[in-house]
């Protein structure tokens, strides 16, 4: 906007000029045309004219010269100055200049309101996407805990009657829950760490096995009662990855292809090599994720159409790409067909951290 006010200033008058504006007992340059760069002796007498509201001139050292000050004021009072340097005075384009002055005025006034308004526009978001998270983080945390304080409530009060069957499935699900839970409060910290820049990587030669092995362990019942059916290369190397931050990574997929495809049906996951990295793929069978979606699972709280009746807070897969790309590789999702979810990250087989890097 005050290049397009420059532009027209100085086809008219061909002079060089600048916008000084008023921040608290501050002036600043807001604006300056190539050919006058204001000094100190510029801000000061800017100061000057919004202060007195009237046009201050300062002549230069050459004596040539002379710096002409228009104050800029509009309805909540004098916001800056107009400067402009002349090899003349203005004289009978006087109003002209100061028509300038009045329209950069009401330019800046404009633009500040809807600077305001923008503003006000993104705080009021920000407020309903603050109290939406909360009230979805709040939902996902009662649930798992009132099943947790049913099952053992149960256990407590009923102990003499129930059989040993209703026991354990009481118990399976109170530990199912707890570890449901735990992992929500384990992505919100993770989410935490690394926007904040605090993961770590701390890459070691790891059995790709023995990374799976781990996620599936700890996924604990989820596993019990599914199948998950895993395929090997036999010819995969030691991998260098962080162990820890690697089973976070397949635990998250695979509670995803878990808890959104048919119980009768088996997840599959393979690993491999491919384009000298370790790509490991897995795949399941329900209803998949619509087109359109696609390119935003990855954003944080993004919660697709098939999540709506499952829970979650969208974190999962956004965590999942952070540490995929702390460790320099890269992760994508895709449709299967005819129906089903493909999700594979790649980690590279050479010129992975050793020794640590932080993200």
Same mark, same amino acid.
């Given at each position: 906007?005050?290049?397009?006010?420059?532009?027209?200033?100085?086809?008219?008058?061909?002079?060089?000029?600048?916008?000084?504006?008023?921040?608290? #007992?501050?002036?600043?340059?807001?604006?300056?045309? #190539?050919?006058?760069?204001?000094?100190?002796?510029?801000?000061?007498?800017?100061?000057?004219?919004?202060?007195? &509201?009237? /046009?201050?001139?300062?002549?230069? !050292?050459?004596?040539?010269?002379?710096?002409?000050?228009? !104050?800029?004021?509009?309805?909540?009072?004098?916001?800056?100055?107009?400067?402009?340097?002349?090899?003349?005075?203005?004289?009978?384009?006087?109003?002209?200049?100061?028509?300038?002055?009045?329209?950069?005025?009401?330019?800046?006034?404009?633009?500040?309101?809807?600077?305001?308004?923008?503003?006000?526009? /993104?705080?009021?978001?920000?407020?309903?996407?603050?109290?939406?998270?909360?009230?979805?983080?709040?939902?996902?945390?009662?649930?798992?805990?009132?099943?947790?304080?049913?099952? %053992?409530?149960?256990?407590?009060?009923?102990?003499?009657?129930?059989?040993?069957?209703?026991?354990?499935?009481?118990?399976?699900?109170?530990?199912?829950?707890?570890?449901?839970?735990?992992? %929500?409060?384990?992505?919100?910290? #993770?989410?935490?760490?690394?926007?904040?820049?605090?993961?770590?990587?701390?890459?070691?030669?790891?059995? /790709?096995?023995?990374?799976?092995?781990?996620?599936?362990?700890?996924?604990?019942?989820?596993?019990?009662?599914?199948?998950?059916?895993?395929?090997?290369?036999?010819?995969?190397? !030691?991998?260098?990855?962080?162990?820890?931050?690697?089973?976070?990574?397949?635990?998250?997929?695979?509670?995803?292809?878990?808890?959104?495809?048919?119980?009768?049906?088996? /997840?599959?996951?393979?690993? &491999?090599?491919?384009?000298?990295?370790?790509?490991?793929?897995?795949?399941?069978?329900?209803?998949?994720?619509?087109?359109?979606?696609?390119?935003?699972?990855?954003?944080?709280?993004?919660?697709?159409?098939?999540?709506?009746?499952?829970?979650?807070? &969208?974190?999962?897969?956004?965590?999942?790409?952070?540490?995929?790309?702390?460790?320099?590789?890269?992760?994508?999702?895709?449709?299967?067909? !005819?129906?089903?979810?493909?999700?594979?990250?790649? %980690?590279?087989?050479?010129?992975?951290?050793?020794?640590?890097?932080?993200?």
């Amino acid at each position: 906007m005050l290049a397009a006010i420059d532009r027209a200033f100085g086809a008219t008058f061909g002079f060089p000029m600048a916008i000084l504006m008023s921040e608290g #007992d501050q002036v600043s340059v807001q604006y300056h045309s #190539d050919g006058f760069v204001p000094d100190k002796d510029d801000l000061a007498a800017a100061a000057s004219t919004i202060a007195s &509201g009237e /046009v201050v001139r300062r002549t230069g !050292p050459q004596g040539s010269e002379r710096f002409y000050f228009v !104050p800029l004021s509009t309805s909540n009072g004098r916001i800056g100055a107009l400067a402009f340097r002349a090899d003349r005075n203005p004289g009978r384009n006087w109003p002209l200049v100061r028509s300038f002055a009045n329209q950069t005025s009401l330019a800046v006034l404009r633009s500040s309101l809807e600077d305001q308004a923008r503003y006000a526009k /993104v705080l009021s978001e920000a407020g309903q996407f603050q109290k939406t998270l909360l009230d979805s983080i709040a939902h996902n945390v009662r649930t798992p805990l009132a099943s947790i304080i049913g099952s %053992l409530s149960t256990l407590q009060e009923d102990h003499s009657v129930l059989n040993e069957a209703i026991r354990r499935e009481l118990v399976d699900t109170a530990r199912h829950e707890a570890d449901r839970l735990n992992r %929500l409060l384990g992505n919100l910290l #993770d989410l935490s760490r690394l926007e904040s820049g605090a993961v770590r990587v701390r890459a070691d030669a790891c059995d /790709v096995q023995d990374v799976i092995g781990a996620a599936l362990e700890q996924l604990g019942s989820a596993t019990r009662h599914r199948s998950v059916e895993v395929t090997l290369d036999s010819s995969l190397p !030691p991998v260098h990855m962080d162990f820890v931050l690697i089973v976070q990574v397949i635990v998250n997929l695979l509670d995803n292809a878990l808890k959104y495809s048919p119980e009768d049906r088996p /997840v599959l996951m393979r690993a &491999g090599i491919s384009e000298n990295a370790l790509a490991i793929t897995i795949c399941d069978e329900g209803q998949g994720i619509p087109q359109h979606d696609l390119d935003h699972v990855f954003q944080k709280f993004n919660r697709a159409a098939r999540t709506s009746e499952r829970g979650g807070i &969208g974190l999962g897969l956004s965590i999942c790409r952070g540490l995929i790309e702390a460790h320099k590789g890269t992760i994508r999702i895709e449709r299967r067909n !005819p129906r089903g979810t493909r999700i594979t990250f790649t %980690l590279p087989l050479h010129g992975a951290a050793k020794g640590g890097s932080t993200v």
